[in-house]
């Protein structure tokens, strides 16, 4: 089974999704800023998160393939997981409209509020009402049109939505807390001379990050296996 990484940056891969889309029976193929074919007919394709939006499709061409790969494989049903950017493309597939929210930059190590339906949610069913998760966002969108709200935070009401068996998430369930100290430094000039933000205090909330990475692992196992299971049903 193939599971197609659209990848954006060098230094943001897929962490901790990687070993557990391995685990469930994937082979990784990984994409930077293109889009292939042959994607339409992968078992799964995975988009990861990028400092664009995804209304900068002049500016980043490979925005508008992708866009056009997540709409026809919904499609045709077949499965697409996104992660912050990736979540905004797919809310975009489906008919939202992503823009810049109004909050400000979300960044940093906090919790989303898993809703009533999330909480119920067979793959999800079973995680705490509360989950430490990365944020690194400030684009959001709408209510997806046909899909589940699945969770929320204090700043943005968007942050994880089920659509058949595709998933969309704003957070950073993949990061660990090493990753994300990586990604402090690679941003901290745009961290602190653009958004004002103290990395001395972003950093001291990593060892919350450290402490939850176990149950964001099981998470991400969670839905390397359903993905397994939709992917041998469709053969």
Excluded: I
Excluded at 135 to 151: E, I, N, R, Y
Excluded at 194 to 201: A, G, I, Q, R, S
């Amino acid at each position: 089974m193939r599971a197609v990484v659209m990848q954006h940056e060098e230094h943001e891969g897929p962490g901790l999704l990687g070993p557990a889309l391995e685990a469930a029976g994937f082979t990784l193929v990984k994409r930077f800023r293109t889009v292939k074919r042959e994607d339409l007919n992968a078992e799964l394709v995975v988009v990861l998160g990028g400092p664009m939006g995804v209304y900068e499709a002049e500016r980043h061409p490979f925005l508008g393939e992708e866009l056009a790969l997540v709409t026809e494989r919904l499609a045709l049903g077949r499965p697409v997981l996104g992660l912050c950017l990736g979540a905004q493309l797919l809310a975009a597939a489906a008919g939202s409209e992503v823009f810049v929210g109004k909050n400000g930059l979300e960044v940093g190590v906090g919790p989303v509020r898993w809703t009533k339906e999330g909480l119920a949610d067979p793959v999800l069913a079973g995680v705490r009402p509360r989950t430490l998760v990365a944020h690194w966002h400030q684009d959001t969108f709408k209510a997806v049109p046909g899909a589940t709200l699945l969770a929320s935070t204090d700043r943005y009401s968007q942050q994880a939505f089920r659509l058949g068996d595709s998933f969309g998430f704003q957070f950073h369930l993949e990061l660990t807390a090493d990753e994300l100290d990586r990604w402090f430094t690679h941003g901290a000039e745009e961290l602190v001379e653009l958004h004002e933000k103290n990395l001395d205090e972003l950093r001291s909330q990593l060892p919350k990050l450290r402490s939850a990475e176990a149950e964001n692992r099981e998470l991400l196992e969670r839905l390397a296996h359903h993905f397994a299971r939709v992917a041998r049903a469709a053969r």
